[in-house]
């Protein structure tokens, strides 16, 4: 698997020319997806997906999705701070079933440490520097992709503790979704040999690589796909 993902990685490298490459520019939009959820029943409906920038100059990520009997909020507010993504703050909020959760993360730079605050009650940790949140590593991925980097790990505060997520480019596909045929660079979470959890993630690169298709299999079987039905790069 490491050989076939080293010679992916060189092919891309090859493909996409050699020297630096030009920072990555934020281009705002909002990406509409086909979700498709197994929650012991399945579930189906519309994901959207929307980047735009602050009139203070942040940016803010947001991911909304309603499935018949759930909905899904989740947002970042970042900042770019030396060419890589800084976030300020994660929301996330959930409702299944009529059983609700919530978290908020309020990230203190000066300090390095993040206030976690999860069902109203919450506490501060320390973070490396470089730390992410849920949303926040995903725009970073995608410009780490663009300057032609084939294999990625990110900090990211996840669960009251920093995890390491890592992820690595298997190679190109052509993938078809109802907003049309794109090439696409396939892309693995890379987790624990004996994980029965699985991510795959197709970014194109004719979208400033954007997601267009995602599919997730959870250690129980229930799985999480989204495929891309549209996308406007007007300013939301």
């Known amino acids: 698997m490491l050989g076939t993902r080293l010679k992916n990685g060189l092919l891309i490298a090859l493909l996409l020319g050699s020297g630096p490459l030009p920072a990555f520019p934020l281009t705002p939009f909002t990406a509409t997806y086909e979700a498709d959820f197994e929650l012991g029943v399945g579930l189906a409906g519309d994901a959207v997906r929307t980047l735009k920038k602050l009139p203070n100059g ?13 909905e899904f909020r989740e947002s970042t507010q970042f900042r770019l701070y030396e060419e890589r993504v800084r976030p300020l703050r994660y929301d996330y909020r959930r409702k299944v079933f009529g059983k609700k959760r919530s978290a908020t993360l309020t990230f203190d730079w000066q300090a390095l440490s993040v206030l976690n605050d999860v069902e ?20 970073q991925l995608r410009r780490d992709l663009a300057a032609g980097n084939t294999e990625m790990s990110y900090p990211v505060a996840d669960g009251g503790r920093i995890k390491t997520y890592r992820f690595g480019v298997l190679g190109q596909e052509s993938v078809r979704t109802p907003a049309g045929r794109f090439q696409a660079l396939k892309v693995e979470r890379l987790r624990d040999p004996d994980s029965e959890r699985k991510t795959l993630i197709w970014f194109a690169p004719a979208l400033d ?26 300013a939301p």
Do not use: F, N
């Open 120 to 139: 109203d009650r919450p506490w501060k940790m320390q973070v490396p520097p470089d730390a992410h949140d849920k949303l926040s590593y995903q725009i």
């Open 58 to 70: 942040d940016w803010r990520l947001a991911v909304e999705a309603d499935v018949q009997v759930a």
């Open 209 to 234: 690589y954007a997601i267009v298709k995602l599919a997730q299999t959870e250690d129980d079987g229930k799985e999480y796909r989204l495929l891309l039905k549209a996308i406007d790069t007007k």
